[in-house]
């Protein structure tokens, strides 16, 4: 479980890096809460990235499939006994927008939005988002 404290670090870091021109806005506006301005530049973050494509990576898998598809363990068909269901394990690699990165994102997000002090606003605006993570 991320703790709230490396949060705000993480996200503290991201505000010092981030290009000017696409948060402007947020150097107008007030923010009573530091969470508050953390939900503002992530929810302006994941809008932005998401216009750029979201980060992919080839995910492991070895699942028993109908229809064979990347490398077949005999061995490990033989032993689930998948065999008899007229299916055989395999092993691929996958490409998910389901990565690390991501999932820190959307944990992110899902965390500002519990939080009491972040404006109504910008929790709208983090839900939005975090409708275009994989579950």
């Known amino acids: 479980m991320i703790k709230i404290k490396n949060i705000y670090h ?3 870091y991201a505000y010092k890096v981030l290009q000017k021109t696409n948060y402007e806005k947020l150097n107008i506006e007030e923010f009573e809460y530091t969470s508050d301005l953390f939900a503002a530049i992530l929810a302006t973050g994941i809008s932005n990235q998401t216009k750029r494509g979201l980060g992919r990576v080839y995910e492991d898998k070895t699942e028993p ?11 490990l068909s033989v032993k689930q006994q998948s065999l ?9 690699d996958e490409y ?14 899902l965390l500002l939005i519990k939080t009491p002090e972040v404006s109504g606003k910008n929790k709208k605006d983090l839900k939005n988002c975090c409708f275009i993570f994989p579950m």
Do not use: D, H, W
């Open 96 to 109: 998910t927008e389901n990565s690390y990165m991501n999932q820190i994102l959307k944990t992110t997000a």
């Open 10 to 12: 993480m996200l503290a």
């Open 65 to 75: 499939l109908t229809s064979p598809r990347g490398k077949i363990n005999v061995a």
């Open 84 to 92: 008899l269901n007229k299916q055989l394990v395999c092993s691929f």
